[in-house]
């Protein structure tokens, strides 16, 4: 087996952690600045934490336009990236101090609970409020300079052709997630389901 201790670098072409714990949901989160300006970003550390209430989190590597939304407004937005949306989803990638909205030719929509913009076109929006945002640390507690942002989700929004007998249609929504590598993202197909039930 391949062995390495992280700290000593990984000797491979590229850093296999991402890909091993993969593949991931993506978290496309929407905030507004304390002045009102939108944006949108994705972010590939991103997933659900808690039931009830429901929960999700991210983290930003750095402390980006979207932490620091996050902690002046206390809400944000995530929204499902689809195959179809994924070309739009990673024009928001950009880093500049933008609109993302606007520069990928994203519309907007309102939300219910809160004023952080959905992604209209997105078949699932999630409205958060935010709980904690957490400095990461190290096993020695030095920070590594990364954020955990979690939020509340107060409110969800979901297409109706995605709920078929009262069950989310997790197939039919195409979601997108992030894989391994630089560029990698993969889709769900039906024949790679897999049903068990936990024992009694």
Partial sequence: ??????????????????AIVAPRPIGWIGTLDAQGRRNLA???????????????????????GTVQNCEATREFTWNLVTRELAPVMNATSTTHDVD????????????????????????????????QIVPLQ???????????VVGEV???????????????????ADPVLRAGGPTTYYGITDDTRLDLRRPE
Avoid: Q
């Fill in 1 to 18: 087996m391949h062995f390495y201790r992280p700290s000593e670098g990984h000797r491979l072409a590229h850093d296999p952690f991402n």
């Fill in 42 to 64: 994705p972010y590939s550390f991103f997933n659900a934490l808690h039931y009830r209430p429901p929960l999700v989190g991210f983290s930003s590597n750095g402390w980006k």
């Fill in 100 to 131: 993302e909205f606007e520069v990928a030719g994203i519309e907007a929509a309102p939300s219910t609970e809160i004023s952080a913009p959905r992604v209209a076109a997105s078949p699932v929006n999630f409205e958060c409020k935010v709980t």
């Fill in 138 to 148: 190290s096993a020695e507690g030095s920070e590594v300079g990364s954020w955990f």
């Fill in 154 to 172: 107060v409110g969800i929004h979901i297409d109706d052709r995605l709920l078929a007998d009262g069950v989310f249609d997790t197939l039919a």
